[in-house]
């Protein structure tokens, strides 16, 4: 079957189609949603309007090739990108030629932004994605839902109610088998990325001026994140307030429950708008573990800050670490119950609190080996705003 032809069932709200669909157009507008049952291909340099939610179903692959623009309509639908367990994602834009998906309104929460759900593990004791209802978690570490590369997300975050949200990339039980790179969320409501588990593993991420927090994880994830960059600006600019640069959990209703999460961040820039509302950077709680380094952390009150016992006691236990990080302001441990980890115990590990830290561009420039985007190697140029 014809890419044109599968397009051109999807536009017509259709599950299913065949070749004898005539175009892939309305009024010379290329137009999709539905259920995509077989696999897909949007054509390099094309734009497609999204008009509802674009399900991909097992066992096919919605291809995206570089230059590709997706716009999601302003038509009181819930538009969003959901790619359902064994399907897949191979969407490969370059750095002159990116991916863009974005909106037709631009604010944030415009839309619902990309969802991906995998067989890796969830600690979770039902694992169904916040919007379209798809089913996650396994036992398939490796697991492959495809390749994100090269990619911008503008003005996600759509919100069904307090407990259904959509973040700028979703990822949901996603396996080390999928590799996502060169991936920018910008002015998206909630979070920019966020794991639910899984193992996958990311790096050269950018997140810019998202209204909850840059970067959020829970229910076990365990992957890596190198090279990644959070940067907010001035609420009186945005118009919104942002939270945390990471907030991190195991499982806010189980803080020990295994697999617990246990990521590795390494080479991290991230940099807060000083709000006094919102004034933590890195916030570990919930249980979780993390080992995070060469990492810079300015424009927060509190840089770090450590909840629960159990995140306290991995880094009394050695199951988690800090190294070669310097914050701009302080490090706090805010456990009453466990202070066995101070501010002392994390400058004794090589760590650097309250120092100077200045950026050019927003966020380029390394310190001592510290950060994500060195003044030689500007790996945002181009394809990011």
């Known amino acids: 079957m014809s890419a044109v032809a599968v397009i051109a069932c999807y536009a017509a709200g259709i599950s299913s189609c065949t070749e004898t669909d005539p175009d892939n157009t309305t009024d010379g507008v290329n137009e999709i949603s539905g259920y995509v049952t077989e696999d897909m291909v949007l054509a390099s340099g094309q734009t497609y309007y999204l008009t509802g939610s674009l399900q991909v179903q097992a066992p096919a692959t919605l291809t995206i090739q570089p230059g590709v623009q997706i716009i999601a309509r302003d038509n009181g639908e819930i538009n969003y990108i959901l790619i359902e367990q064994g399907a897949k994602i191979d969407a490969q834009g370059t750095a ?20 991906i759900c995998g067989y890796s593990h ?15 978690g396994g036992e398939d570490l490796a697991d492959n839902s495809g390749t ?4 911008r997300l503008e003005y996600t975050g759509y919100s069904l109610d307090d407990t259904h949200e959509a973040n700028g990339i979703s990822l949901y039980g996603v396996g080390s088998g999928t590799s996502i ?38 229910e076990g994830w365990n992957g890596t994140a190198d090279y990644i960059v959070a940067y907010q600006s001035a609420q009186s600019e945005l118009g919104y307030d942002c939270d945390c640069l990471m907030e991190c959990d195991n499982n806010s209703n189980n803080a020990a429950i295994t697999p617990i999460s246990n990521p590795t961040i390494n ?55 800090f190294s070669n990080v310097a914050l701009s302001s302080s490090f706090v441990n805010e456990e ?42 500007d790996w945002t140029a181009g394809w990011t705003l």
Request: hydrophobic share 30%; aromatic share 8%.
């Open 96 to 115: 002159s030629a990116p991916i863009v998906m974005t909106s037709e309104t631009k604010e944030a929460g415009a839309w619902g932004g990309l969802h």
């Open 122 to 136: 969830t600690n979770a004791t039902s694992g169904v994605s916040e919007i379209g209802n798809a089913p996650y």
């Open 148 to 151: 994100l590369k090269y990619i």
């Open 181 to 218: 790179s060169y991936v920018q969320i910008y002015r998206g409501s909630d979070d920019g990325i966020e794991f639910f588990g899984g193992s996958v593993n990311i790096d050269h991420c950018v997140v810019v001026d998202c209204s909850d927090d840059s970067y959020d994880w829970t």
């Open 267 to 321: 080479h991290a820039t991230l940099i807060g708008n000083s709000s006094t509302a919102n004034s933590r950077g890195i916030r570990l709680r919930a249980g979780t573990y993390a080992n995070i380094s060469n990492t810079l952390v300015s424009g927060k009150a509190s840089g770090i800050t450590l909840e629960t016992t159990e995140t306290v006691q991995s880094f009394i236990n050695g199951d988690s670490s």
């Open 336 to 377: 009453t119950s466990n202070q066995g980890y101070l501010s002392a115990d994390f400058v004794d590990d090589g760590n650097l609190v309250d120092q100077t830290i200045s950026f050019t561009g927003r966020y380029i420039g390394t310190v001592d080996g510290r950060g994500a985007v060195s003044a030689d190697n």
